[in-house]
């Protein structure tokens, strides 16, 4: 993955960022709920239950959300260097870790650390530290 710096936007990035903030802020104001993505599709995933118009609406709008972007700028290209066995692993692990953490990045790097949760700031810190180290290991240790 290489990073093109002449192309860097921090007007964008911020208003990106502040965007997921009032998002944040609105859904938790109007509806008491943290919008932390595996909470919100765990509670569609177990079953009918009283909540799931909004987290519909929630879905649907991260997936809209980069065609609405399309249609006033470009998009970046993605490329993905990992074959589909690795993306799967990893998905999976993604998803047994937010089991354990009781939550994901955005609930508790968003959400957990705006409302001052100390369990949120171990959380975040686990999650960046894990970051950290798969990428070392990954790049350094099993790069041939």
Same mark, same amino acid.
């Given at each position: 993955m290489t990073i093109d710096w002449a192309a860097f936007t921090p007007a964008t990035a911020f208003a990106g960022g502040a965007l997921i903030g009032l998002a944040s802020? @609105?859904?938790?104001?109007?509806? +008491?709920?943290?919008?932390?993505?595996?909470? %919100? #599709? =765990?509670?569609? @995933?177990?079953?009918?239950?009283? +909540?799931?118009?909004?987290?519909?609406?929630? %879905? #649907? =709008?991260?997936?809209?959300?980069p065609m609405i972007w399309q249609l006033f700028s470009a998009m970046p290209s %993605?490329?993905?260097?990992?074959?589909f066995p690795t993306l799967v692993a990893a998905g999976l692990l993604v998803g047994i870790g937010t089991r354990y953490g009781s939550g994901c990045t955005s609930g508790h790097g968003?959400?957990?650390?705006?409302?001052?949760?100390?369990?949120s700031l171990i959380a975040t810190i686990?999650?960046?530290?894990?970051?950290?180290?798969?990428v070392?290991?990954?790049r350094h240790?099993?790069?041939?």
């Open positions: 802020a @609105l859904l938790m104001a109007f509806n +008491g709920r943290i919008a932390g993505i595996s909470g %919100i #599709v =765990g509670g569609i @995933l177990e079953g009918p239950a009283s +909540g799931i118009g909004w987290r519909l609406a929630f %879905i #649907v =709008g991260l997936l809209i959300a %993605i490329e993905i260097e990992s074959s968003v959400c957990g650390l705006s409302r001052l949760s100390p369990r686990l999650f960046m530290a894990t970051g950290f180290i798969t070392f290991v990954v240790l099993f790069a041939g």
